[in-house]
């Protein structure tokens, strides 16, 4: 399979209605307005040793001097005992979904220390990312690979260890360095939405169409994520995973008054304040997307409580404190249970249309 994104900076590789051919597993499947997708395929170069691809000549000398000279297999960039290849089919087959860090990240970290010429300077940057108690770091890999994590654990640490090895930062090949780089990145890590679909999507919506027609395109591009869920799951406008200094210091609220996005389509992040927020004032982003911080607060709590440790008091959920104790879907199934048999029933095939 043909990469999605750049290697380096996640700008998309696939054109939109490749990107959408993909996903719905419909070859023929065609999209409207083929000119909002800017996908510049004749800018594309791929390492000339290992063939990983980048969007263009900056992103592949950029990688190259940062750090894939340590993670370049060379010619073995197929064979599966090369250690960096036992790393990531081990990591496919033990991780557990939804994937909210990756070994390969954890990876780049290493190789840009081993490459770089002031070791110190990256390693003081890595640690201004927040660390986790020893229990919450525990809680957090068992999260990520699921309940066999220990023995999980070992088996990526001794892998990781094998593959890249680096004395300086001899403190995280331990099996409770280990650890902590795990649950720092499963912590911190931050999604990278830049696939063409989405920026195609987007453009659509942009476009001034008469209403008929505006009509027919949005039904078009439902129906489009209804084949998509249906084929391979939730679309989910997700590349990758990166480390942000700042936006990792930013913390949540249900009422934020900034959001984090990708408008340049790479790995870029822009901080957007929503509101205007006065000197001294924090900046807060939401941790959970907007369908989500529409649900109760019992919902919202449950969520942020089993993602990131800890418990929600900004202004919404301190003024829903008293609120019942319930999920949202708690509050649904009492819903239905009160209702006559066959509206329940009736709402179960609407749901399935």
Not at 252 to 260: D, I, K
Not at 276 to 297: H, M, T
Request: charged content about 25%; overall charge negative.
């Amino acid at each position: 399979m043909s990469p999605s994104a750049c290697d380096h900076c996640l700008r998309a590789l696939e054109k939109a209605e490749e990107n959408a051919q993909r996903l719905t597993g419909k070859p023929g499947q065609v999209l409207p307005h083929p000119e909002l997708c800017t996908v510049r395929k004749d800018l594309h170069q791929s390492c000339p040793h290992c063939q990983v691809m980048y969007c263009s000549t900056e992103c592949r000398v950029a990688a190259a001097e940062q750090y894939h000279q340590v993670l370049c297999p060379g010619p073995s960039q197929d064979d599966p005992l090369h250690p960096l290849n036992k790393l990531q089919e081990a990591w496919r087959s033990v991780h557990y979904p939804p994937e909210t860090a990756s070994i390969m990240l954890m990876a780049r970290m290493v190789a840009t220390v081993k490459q770089a010429k002031d070791k110190d300077r990256w390693i003081r940057l890595f640690s201004q990312f927040c660390n986790k108690t020893a229990n919450e770091e525990e809680e957090i890999v068992h999260k990520l690979l699921g309940d066999k994590f220990k023995g999980q654990l070992e088996l990526l640490r001794r892998l990781f260890t094998e593959a890249l090895y680096e004395e300086a930062l001899s403190q995280w090949f331990t099996p409770d360095g280990f650890r902590s780089l795990f649950a720092l990145v499963g912590t911190n890590g931050q999604g990278i939405g830049t696939s063409s679909l989405s920026q195609w999507v987007h453009a659509c919506d942009a476009l001034e169409l008469k209403p008929q027609d505006r009509e027919q395109l949005d039904a078009f591009i439902d129906q489009l994520y209804k084949d998509i869920e249906a084929a391979t799951g939730e679309f989910l406008n997700c590349e990758g995973s990166g480390l942000f200094v700042l936006q990792s210091c930013c913390n949540h609220s249900c009422v934020p008054n900034a959001e984090t996005s990708f408008p340049e389509n790479n790995f870029l992040l822009h901080v957007t304040a929503l509101e205007d927020i006065k000197p001294g004032e924090e900046i807060c982003i939401s941790y959970l997307d907007c369908c989500q911080r529409e649900r109760s607060r019992h919902s919202r709590h449950k969520i942020l409580r089993e993602n990131y440790l800890f418990v929600c008091s900004c202004p919404k959920c301190l003024a829903e404190a008293d609120e019942p104790n319930v999920t949202s879907e708690e509050e649904e199934d009492e819903e239905e249970e009160e209702g006559e048999p066959e509206d329940a029933e009736l709402g179960d095939e609407m749901t399935d249309v």
